[in-house]
């Protein structure tokens, strides 16, 4: 219980942080006037249109990254897991690189979210079709690990072929994940699918807790597995689709956060759901401030970020684990 | 008596083969069955295939039951000791209890078995720091927990040092003489001789014999299934039987 107090704080701080720190420079009083009364003309609009999307969707992609990285690792009991490894990342990503390689984009803003909403959902199709609905964990892994290798290879197949240096320098920028300019359509793009993924996900509690002693252990203890990899799947690509939609491809959240809440749950996978979910929200509301506060003129990207700090953790990780088998 | 198990011509194929074939049993209350038979006899896929979790022909009275209502019934230990995040052996053993609701480590039941298993001591100790020995008493704990009225457990003794196999074994025998039953797969051809009250032979997936212990470890069972010789004597503390020498 102090864990969820401590969390919910941290993500409260910076929720609030994240409203008040930008290059506006605007007065703390001022900044929260506007917000809650929706006066003081170009304040508030600062505030309302920009600054309050931006921390929803910092706390909505990030708590989507942490609840489905712990979701995914306690499934296949194993701490290297994360969200990506069905595939939804990178046919997320493939789908937008498509909308704003053929120009979908500039005629009809939406169209980038709606594609990577479309590659999540093949995602989904291709994994349950190539793994099969009761297919184990290994073949969802292989599945997962083919469809992000083929989606990855069509995204550079676009970009090598894109006639337009601008555009390929859009899509990579794109494809390094952030939060800026987005607006409370992206919000209400959004929103939907990580809730319904996210309620979906939080569902898996009792049955992830029963499978730290193995898929029999598990089954005869009333779990139903096949349903369980099937919710998991569904809601998974839901929310990391709509994420990666929103946001782009942000790495190493899914992976690092729910390692290091792990201790801190007694190793539980059903609490560890929770405790990631505003682990996430809090790693990716922190990233995104220190985006505006390292290097404000320069647009740094909130995926670089992250994964500048994550990569170093994942190597970390790896020397331990390596460590303990020896 | 009603059958706590009930297999009907049990069946198991992998490609042509059939691993388990035409296997009936009864198991009623009251009894401690010992599954016995050389590595890849198919005792591991006969309780697998009992509890409904492989393909199988035949008819199994687990295999018919809802996920829920199965687990209310039978407790199943599996051979593969898989314990996969640090969770302290409390909250383990509580997991026997989300088929009768939410797993609670201060649930009664989790104390009994904890206390049956002599696992006091490791209650707040994170299980995978634990022995490989330890491990698998808690494991047995948990199994316990679910307070069914059957139990199939696959190599519940092996690993273990003498003093928690037979503990194992007894608690099985005071499982048994409380109204419950367990089949449990063993290697240890002189703990099932005395500790068990009912003998199950298999040799490639097949049924050979179905006894008492003295019925089944017979001179010409043992040298046709196993290939072995041993000696068997009853004692003031019940049947004993030693594996001597192989048999050509």
């Known amino acids: 219980m102090r864990l969820a107090l401590v969390l919910s704080v941290t993500v409260a701080v910076l929720f609030a942080a994240s409203l008040l720190i930008g290059p506006g420079g605007l007065g703390l009083g001022e900044s929260l006037r506007a917000l809650f009364?929706?006066?003081?003309?170009?304040?508030?609009?600062?505030?309302?249109?920009?600054?309050?999307?931006?921390?929803?969707?910092?706390?909505?992609?990030?708590?989507?990254?942490?609840?489905?990285?712990?979701?995914?690792?306690?499934?296949?009991?194993?701490?290297?897991?994360?969200?990506?490894?069905?595939g939804v990342t990178a046919t997320s990503a493939l789908g937008a690189v498509l909308a704003l390689q053929t120009g979908l984009v500039a005629a009809f803003s939406l169209a980038l979210p709606v594609a990577a909403l479309a590659g999540a959902a093949l995602s989904v199709v291709l994994v349950l079709l190539l793994a099969g609905p009761r297919g184990g964990a290994l073949a969802l892994i292989l599945a997962g690990v083919a469809i992000?290798?083929?989606?990855?290879?069509?995204?550079?197949?676009?970009?090598?072929?894109?006639?337009?240096?601008y555009a390929a320098s859009e899509i990579i920028y794109w494809m390094m994940g952030s939060l800026a300019d987005r607006s409370f359509t992206h919000v209400w793009i959004a929103a939907p699918f990580i809730a319904l993924g996210l309620a979906a996900l939080v569902t898996l509690g009792p049955g992830l807790d029963a499978l730290t002693l193995g898929e029999d252990a598990a089954q005869s203890m009333g779990v139903n597995i096949a349903r369980l990899r099937l919710v998991l799947i569904?809601?998974?690509?839901?929310?990391?689709?709509?994420?990666?939609?929103?946001?782009?491809?942000?790495?190493?959240?899914?992976?690092?956060?729910?390692?290091?809440?792990?201790?801190?749950?007694?190793?539980?996978?059903?609490?560890?759901?929770?405790?990631?979910?505003?682990?996430?929200?809090?790693?990716?509301?922190?990233?995104?401030?220190?985006?505006?506060?390292?290097?404000?003129?320069?647009?740094?990207?909130?995926?670089?970020?992250?994964?500048?700090?994550?990569?170093?953790?994942?190597?970390?990780?790896?020397?331990?684990?390596?460590?303990s088998e020896a | 008596m009603n059958a706590l198990l009930d297999l009907d011509r049990l069946t198991v194929r992998r490609g042509a083969r059939a691993v388990v074939d035409g296997v009936s049993l009864r198991v009623a209350a009251g009894e401690v069955?010992?599954?016995?038979?050389?590595?890849?006899?198919?005792?591991?896929?006969?309780?697998?295939?009992?509890?409904?979790?492989?393909?199988?022909?035949?008819?199994?009275?687990?295999?018919?039951?809802?996920?829920?209502?199965?687990?209310?019934?039978?407790?199943?230990?599996?051979?593969?000791?898989?314990?996969?995040?640090?969770?302290?052996?409390?909250?383990?053993?509580?997991?026997?209890r989300a088929p009768h609701g939410s797993p609670d480590r201060d649930d009664p039941a989790v104390a009994r078995a904890i206390a049956r298993m002599a696992l006091e001591d490791f209650r707040t100790r994170p299980a995978t720091e634990l022995s490989g020995g330890e491990q698998a008493r808690v494991l047995i704990a948990r199994t316990l927990a679910q307070e069914t009225p059957l139990i199939l457990a696959d190599e519940p003794v092996a690993g273990l040092d003498p003093e928690a196999q037979i503990r194992t074994m007894q608690v099985f025998a005071d499982h048994?003489?409380?109204?419950?039953?367990?089949?449990?797969?063993?290697?240890?051809?002189?703990?099932?001789?005395?500790?068990?009250?009912?003998?199950?032979?298999?040799?490639?997936?097949?049924?050979?014999?179905?006894?008492?212990?003295?019925?089944?470890?017979?001179?010409?069972?043992?040298?046709?299934?196993?290939?072995?010789?041993?000696?068997?004597?009853?004692?003031?503390?019940?049947?004993?039987?030693?594996?001597?020498?192989?048999?050509?």
Request: charged share 15%; proline share 7%.
């Open chain 2, 33 to 96: 069955v010992g599954l016995l038979g050389p590595n890849g006899a198919g005792k591991t896929t006969l309780l697998r295939a009992a509890l409904g979790l492989l393909p199988h022909e035949g008819r199994s009275s687990l295999a018919r039951l809802s996920p829920r209502e199965r687990a209310r019934m039978v407790a199943f230990l599996p051979q593969g000791r898989e314990i996969a995040w640090p969770v302290p052996v409390a909250d383990l053993v509580a997991l026997g």
């Open chain 1, 148 to 165: 992000a290798a083929l989606a990855g290879a069509l995204t550079s197949l676009v970009l090598n072929l894109s006639p337009n240096p």
């Open chain 1, 234 to 323: 569904l809601g998974t690509a839901a929310s990391v689709g709509a994420a990666v939609a929103v946001a782009g491809a942000v790495g190493f959240v899914g992976l690092v956060v729910p390692h290091i809440l792990r201790p801190f749950v007694a190793a539980r996978p059903s609490r560890l759901l929770w405790a990631s979910a505003f682990g996430g929200a809090a790693m990716l509301l922190a990233a995104d401030i220190a985006t505006r506060l390292i290097a404000p003129e320069r647009d740094l990207k909130l995926g670089v970020l992250t994964a500048i700090v994550g990569a170093p953790f994942f190597l970390h990780l790896i020397w331990r684990l390596r460590g």
């Open chain 1, 37 to 86: 009364t929706g006066e003081g003309g170009p304040v508030a609009l600062v505030m309302r249109e920009i600054r309050l999307p931006r921390a929803i969707l910092g706390l909505l992609v990030g708590a989507t990254l942490g609840l489905s990285g712990a979701a995914m690792q306690g499934y296949l009991r194993n701490p290297l897991a994360e969200p990506g490894l069905i």
């Open chain 2, 176 to 248: 048994a003489r409380a109204g419950g039953a367990v089949v449990a797969s063993i290697h240890d051809l002189g703990l099932a001789a005395r500790h068990c009250t009912r003998l199950v032979l298999l040799k490639a997936g097949r049924l050979v014999a179905d006894g008492t212990p003295r019925e089944v470890l017979t001179e010409a069972n043992l040298a046709q299934v196993f290939a072995i010789r041993g000696y068997h004597a009853e004692t003031g503390d019940g049947p004993v039987f030693l594996p001597l020498g192989t048999v050509a």
